[in-house]
Each structure stands twice: as C-alpha cells, then as structure tokens.
C-alpha cells in the first residue's frame, strides 16, 4: 500500500488475543449501510499504529467504500488523511457506530 502503510487486520488481532481484543457484532453486517461509522487501523513500519473513523459512502460484496472522517496524528507518515477515500473489507472493522441508535435498530440492540 502507499508510503508502506497496511490495514489492521482485526479478525486476525482477535484470533490472537480473543480475551483482549473484541470485534463488533456479527449482526451489524448485516444491517451497515452507507452513513454509518466505522473505525479502521492503519499501521506503518515507523509508528506503532492510527485508529482512523470512517464515514461509509458505498457497501459491496467485498467491503466497503469509506472516508476518512478524522483529522490524524500521523499522516505524514502514512499519507492518510482527512477526506480521503479508502476500501476496506470486513476485516479490517474495529467498531461500528450507526448513525444514530433509533426505532429501526436491529432487536438484538440493548
């Protein structure tokens, strides 16, 4: 990737650390949809890592398209920034924040 930086992989993270490291539910892959927010990791070899929150704008088959939603700390080393447009899979997902929580959320929502 550009400037050597990669994608956290998070279901990875989590199969090797599961009592540390969480994932969202299952159950809101089932239900995302452009306009939520979704918080990725970027890590490059000259600092330890980002968490970058995201804006969905378009969800495939494959992942999903996103913008970046946050200024970051440390674009000058890993050429992300504010307003940029990446694609990300399932797999690199931290966290999933809707919206807003409201009468459409899904019945397993507490």
């Known amino acids: 990737m550009t400037n050597d930086y990669q994608l956290i992989d998070a279901e990875a993270q989590h199969r090797a ?27 490059h070899p000259a600092q330890p890592g980002e968490s970058i929150w995201c804006r969905i704008r378009h969800v495939t088959e494959s992942g999903f398209r996103v913008v970046v939603n946050q200024q970051l700390f440390c674009s000058d ?26 009468a459409r959320k899904p019945a397993w929502v507490q």
Do not use: M, N, S
């Open 17 to 43: 650390h599961p009592d540390t490291f969480e994932l969202p539910e299952a159950e809101w892959f089932e239900v995302i949809e452009p306009g939520w927010l979704i918080k990725i990791g970027v890590c």
């Open 77 to 102: 080393l890993h050429g992300i920034d504010y307003g940029d447009a990446l694609t990300v899979e399932r797999r690199h997902i931290l966290a999933v924040e809707p919206p807003q929580l409201d």
